[in-house]
T-cell receptor
Framework: GENVEQHPSTLSVQEGDSAVIKCTYS??????FPWYKQELGKRPQLIID?????GEKKDQRIAVTLNKTAKHFSLHITETQPEDSAVYFC??????????????FGKGTTLSVSS | DTGVSQDPRHKITKRGQNVTFRCDPI?????LYWYRQTLGQGPEFLTY????????KSRLLSDRFSAERPKGSFSTLEIQRTEQGDSAMYLCASSLGLAGVAGELFFGEGSRLTVL
């Protein structure tokens, strides 16, 4: 089955710096790669996603890049702010021989932004 | 609130007891997922429904775990003969998607299980 590895497990940056989180996946048939943000005590929420037919997607200060050949994708946050502090999870959706797919998550990266 | 709701939010039980969690997804969503999350880890996939059909179960899912979605709406997750290792947050999520196309998962607040 699909396996998603995420690095680093913790990341500390100064406000205004950029942060990069990287993930690798094992199933070459995976075609959907979302990123979720989970604040302390709250539910995970989608912040950005990318499908395998594009290599990069941006949404204001957040961008995701995908390299299907190398089977890795990355989250880039520019001009970090204290409210970006949270746990970030990458995920990959493998193909299925039945209708639908199940997202497999990485173990998470705890991002701390200090002012 | 039209989001995903889970009940109970907290459950404390003794080892060996059975527990059941309920999830009410967003009404128009045809897909429903159960995940388990422990401290410092990502959500671990347990099982997944499309309408009332259980399409996928994790190979890690013990026979003590069973899930249903009888009418394609709410779902229940039952854990029989609980063990201390079952202590975790049980997250339910729902999504709306076409066959074979993954989409955004909307998570509930979770049901936290503590097994003494």
């Amino acid at each position: 089955g699909e396996n998603v590895e995420q690095h680093p497990s913790t990341l500390s940056v100064q406000e205004g710096d950029s942060a990069v989180i990287k993930c690798t996946y094992s199933d070459s048939a995976s075609n959907y790669f979302p990123w979720y943000k989970q604040e302390l005590g709250k539910r995970p929420q989608l912040i950005i996603d990318i499908r395998s037919n594009v290599g990069e997607k941006k949404d204001q200060r957040i961008a995701v890049t995908l390299n299907k050949t190398a089977k890795h994708f990355s989250l880039h946050i520019t001009e970090t702010q204290p409210e970006d502090s949270a746990v970030y999870f990458c995920a990959a959706s493998p193909s299925s021989n039945q209708a639908g797919t199940a997202l497999i998550f990485g173990k998470g990266t705890t991002l701390s932004v200090s002012s | 609130d039209t989001g995903v709701s889970q009940d109970p939010r907290h459950k404390i039980t003794k080892r060996g007891q059975n527990v059941t969690f309920r999830c009410d997804p967003i009404s128009e969503h045809n897909r429903l997922y159960w995940y388990r999350q422990t401290l410092g880890q990502g959500p671990e996939f347990l099982t997944y429904f499309q309408n009332e059909a259980q399409l996928e179960k994790s190979r890690l899912l013990s026979d003590r775990f069973s899930a249903e979605r009888p009418k394609g709406s709410f779902s229940t997750l039952e854990i029989q003969r609980t063990e201390q290792g079952d202590s975790a947050m049980y997250l339910c999520a729902s999504s709306l998607g076409l066959a074979g196309v993954a989409g955004e998962l909307f998570f509930g607040e979770g049901s936290r299980l503590t097994v003494l």
